[in-house]
């Protein structure tokens, strides 16, 4: 576990849709109406209301957020953001996965929560590098917290223990004492 300004960074090897906090964000893409990977977890776990949801809010550009209910899950909201397909880096991938990660503590940030559980967005069917997704996911958090800090708690959710260990070397360069 680790401190930055105050703010508790977590790192969870596990499954997204068993993490209790105000808010687990969705690996989305822009038509917000479910896939496979986390996408497909998310509304599996969290039953037809979500997709419900989804359906009225009617699609998220690439870099933006929208927030729907968490359903059956432990969580209160899903915040769906919808991260860049990773091509050759030239394409403003850095920027828009920076803005999915910025974009969904601002949302949580206006409905006043303030734990939330990101999943490691883009690196699954969008193909972005898991160590450079790392290092903008943690720099993303950061800024934010220096700008407009009002979370208590993020937890970085890992499926597998490679993409775990990634996570914990970055952090402790970091914020490692
Ligand atoms: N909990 C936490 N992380 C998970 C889970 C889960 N239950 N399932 C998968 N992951 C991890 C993957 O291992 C990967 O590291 O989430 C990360 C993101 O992978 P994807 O889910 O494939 O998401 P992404 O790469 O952003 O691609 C988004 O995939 O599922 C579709 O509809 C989605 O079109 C969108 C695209």
Redesign the pocket.
């Known amino acids: 576990m680790y401190k930055y300004r105050g703010v508790k960074i977590s790192i969870v090897e596990?499954?997204?849709?068993?993490i209790k906090a105000d808010a687990i964000v969705n690996?989305?893409?822009?038509?917000l109406?479910?896939?496979?990977?986390?996408?497909?977890?998310?509304h599996r776990?969290g039953g037809p209301t979500i997709l419900e949801q989804c359906k009225k809010i009617g699609g998220c550009p690439t870099g933006e957020a929208r927030i729907t209910t968490a359903g059956n899950m432990p969580s209160k909201y899903v915040i769906h953001t919808?991260?860049p397909?990773y091509d050759d880096g030239t394409k403003n991938e850095e920027q828009l996965l920076y803005n999915a990660y910025y974009n969904s503590l601002k949302l949580a940030k206006e409905y006043k929560l303030k734990t939330v559980a990101f999943?490691?967005?883009?690196?699954?069917?969008?193909?972005?590098p898991?160590n450079k997704a790392g290092r903008v996911a943690i720099r993303g958090v950061m800024d934010f917290i220096n700008n407009e800090n009002d979370i208590e708690e993020i937890i970085f959710?890992?499926?597998?223990k490679d993409?775990y260990l990634l996570y914990k070397e970055l952090l402790d360069d970091e914020l490692g004492d």
């Not at 109406?33 to 998310?42: F, R």
């Not at 959710?157 to 597998?160: A, G, R, T, Y």
């Open positions: 596990g499954d997204i849709t068993k690996a989305a893409n822009n038509t109406l479910g896939g496979g990977g986390v996408d497909g977890a998310i776990a919808v991260g397909i999943p490691s967005i883009s690196t699954g069917v969008y193909g972005y898991k959710v890992l499926f597998s993409n």
